[in-house]
């Protein structure tokens, strides 16, 4: 009389599955995440202050700053994911720097 074989949890058709890491593990990068956002949105005020002086001063936006706004947009875009669970991989400096 054959058994019929149950599959070990953790298990799907034969291959293990991963674990999920622990939420606790993630709980310290959201701490510091919140702190690089709340720095990263001072440093966007900051830019968008000299910008404006400048547009008065030139008559036109500097280049190298629009540039660097537009990459601080990209960066704070995948910090919120990351602290909002959209996105598993963590931003930079843990990960790559968000290219556009």
């Known amino acids: ?7 070990p949890p953790g298990v ?14 993630r709980f310290p990068y959201l701490l510091l995440f919140v702190i690089v956002f709340e720095v990263c949105k001072s440093i966007v005020y900051l830019t968008a202050v000299v910008q404006f002086v400048l547009r008065v001063a030139t008559g036109k936006p500097n280049e190298r700053l629009s540039r660097f706004g537009g990459g601080m947009g990209r960066y704070l875009r995948e910090i919120v994911a990351y ?7 963590t931003p930079y400096p843990f990960g790559p720097w968000p290219q556009g």
Do not use: I, N, V
């Open 83 to 89: 602290l909002t669970y959209s996105a598993d991989a």
């Open 1 to 7: 009389m054959a058994q019929e074989h149950e599959t």
């Open 12 to 25: 799907e058709g034969g291959a293990t599955k991963p674990r999920e890491p622990s939420p606790w593990m």
